[in-house]
């Protein structure tokens, strides 16, 4: 875009999607490059698919203007420098310039395994304003997984979602795709993350990208995912995943090591798929999730000491910590949703679709779109009374101390001391007047028409009594 010319440096990394080189401006040759050129045949798709994204995009003045807007440190969106073709020995090639980053999230959890709580929360937060930001664009990711995920060149602190050669239009010029389901296009993607939607050959939406950010956040606090020893099976993996979210919050509770506490990672898949095929959504709220307490980000931190999934934990107190684990789901569920779960559709929908659904009859609405829509409702109801059904132990607190997420250690949580009042986090707080038995709260006295009541009906057993007596000494 500015007219430079540029020189290869050494190679750095190849794959599907062509090769990458460091790059160095002809004018300014450096042995640190800031820069890499990303090299692959011309008629090849994916680095065409992602040179659109940044043009339609991802310019940096856009980039830099939504910084200021959402008052933001950075956006994690690799800085687009420029695009061009070459030839090479009678080939034609198409190259973009893009800023140099470091190293890869999967490189570093296959030295260290699973991340701390605190960084994967801090992981789903950075993801959540990039996905809001190329959303609003009216682009989804859908490849988001480790291999994407890559730390900044100069400041490792800072992480960026990369690699857009499949990134979709879900909603070009305002119009959201319609929902459609096509077996011949299902199980596209990476195995491991694709969305339900896409097992089912459905154009990517919104909520894809936070499926797989939801199934992302658990695979690094884990350390693997339910299905991955079936993932030679599509079927079977898409099964895995609809068992998962059909049985939220108790199938994550189940799969988590025991001593993490998987609360947001819970509420957080939670909301995700109980969102409509063309909903917005509150990415506040998610963000919110993650990090309850609104505490300040800090530097990411990669420890050595992963944690395993076999990690056990006896059986009596695995199930008490899932019991208080699933009653803080369901406070937290009353705190965040209550204005918004039970809206059809987001107030902030794209203005077009809404014009659109207001101008057709409704006979003529997407018969699939309507019926999708109100099965993930319902299934949002099926959820929502599980978790009102589950209920806790008697204990001396009404809800589950779980550790500062960004800068207290990992806590354990079978210690006798988890309970303790002094402890309690600030935003759990009890919503509920049926608790209690458990809170210790006074109760309350019976007003005068319940006392009426019990006198009057009082009286009418002691009439029957006594005649039932004299029948019996007649």
């Not at 304003?129 to 682009?139: K, W």
């Not at 001391?417 to 309690?424: G, I, K, L, V, Y």
Request: hydrophobic share 30%.
């Amino acid at each position: 875009m500015e007219g430079n010319k540029w020189v290869l440096g050494k190679m750095i990394g190849s794959g599907g999607f062509g090769l990458i080189y460091l790059a160095f401006p002809t004018n300014k040759p450096d042995e640190d490059a800031r820069h890499v050129i990303k090299v692959e045949y011309q008629e090849n798709g994916p680095l065409f698919s992602e040179l659109k994204f940044y043009q339609r995009a991802a310019k940096k003045e856009c980039i830099k203007n939504w910084i200021k807007l959402k008052q933001l440190d950075y956006l994690g969106i690799p800085v687009f420098y420029g695009s061009g073709l070459t030839e090479f020995k009678g080939k034609s090639y198409r190259f973009m310039v893009m800023e140099r980053l470091g190293t890869d999230l999967q490189k570093i959890s296959d030295q260290n395994g699973t991340f701390k709580k605190s960084t994967v929360l801090q992981l789903g937060i950075r993801m959540l304003d990039v996905l809001e930001y190329i959303h609003e664009n009216e682009y989804v990711h859908g490849d988001i997984k480790a291999a994407n995920l890559l730390l900044g060149y100069k400041n490792p602190d800072q992480v960026y979602l990369a690699d857009y050669g499949l990134a979709y239009r879900y909603c070009p010029s305002g119009n959201h795709k319609q929902y459609q389901e096509n077996p011949r296009k299902g199980h596209n993607g990476t195995m491991e993350f694709t969305s339900l939607d896409a097992h089912k050959g459905v154009a990517l939406s919104r909520r894809s990208d936070l499926e797989v950010l939801g199934y992302c956040l658990l695979q690094w606090l884990c350390g693997r995912l339910p299905w991955e020893s079936c993932l030679r099976d599509p079927v079977a993996v898409q099964t895995a995943k609809t068992n998962l979210l059909d049985e939220l919050p108790e199938s994550v509770f189940k799969w988590a090591p025991s001593r993490s506490s998987c609360c947001e990672i819970a509420q957080y898949l939670v909301c995700a798929h109980n969102l409509a095929y063309d909903e917005k959504p509150n990415y506040q709220m998610l963000k919110k999730i993650l990090n309850p307490g609104g505490i300040p980000l800090g530097p990411l931190e990669f420890s050595a000491e992963g944690r395993s999934v076999n990690v056990h934990t006896p059986n009596n107190h695995k199930v008490d910590l899932q019991k208080a684990a699933t009653k803080q789901v369901n406070q937290m569920q009353n705190s965040f949703l209550e204005t918004d779960v039970h809206s059809e559709r987001s107030a902030e929908s794209c203005a077009t679709w809404r014009k659109v659904q207001k101008e057709k009859p409704i006979e003529l609405l997407n018969k699939d779109t309507a019926q999708e829509s109100t099965r993930r409702r319902q299934k949002y109801y099926e959820s929502q009374e599980r978790l009102n059904e589950v209920k806790s132990p008697p204990q001396k607190d009404g809800c589950m101390q779980f550790p500062n997420s960004f800068y207290e250690p990992q806590q354990d949580f079978t210690s006798p001391d988890m309970f303790n009042e002094s402890r309690r986090p600030p935003w759990c707080t009890r919503t509920s007047t049926t608790r209690t038995e458990v809170t210790g709260l006074k109760p309350s006295t019976l007003s005068e028409e319940t006392k009426a009541d019990v006198y009057f009906y009082g009286i009418i057993i002691l009439f029957l009594l006594i005649g039932i007596l004299s029948l019996y000494f007649l």
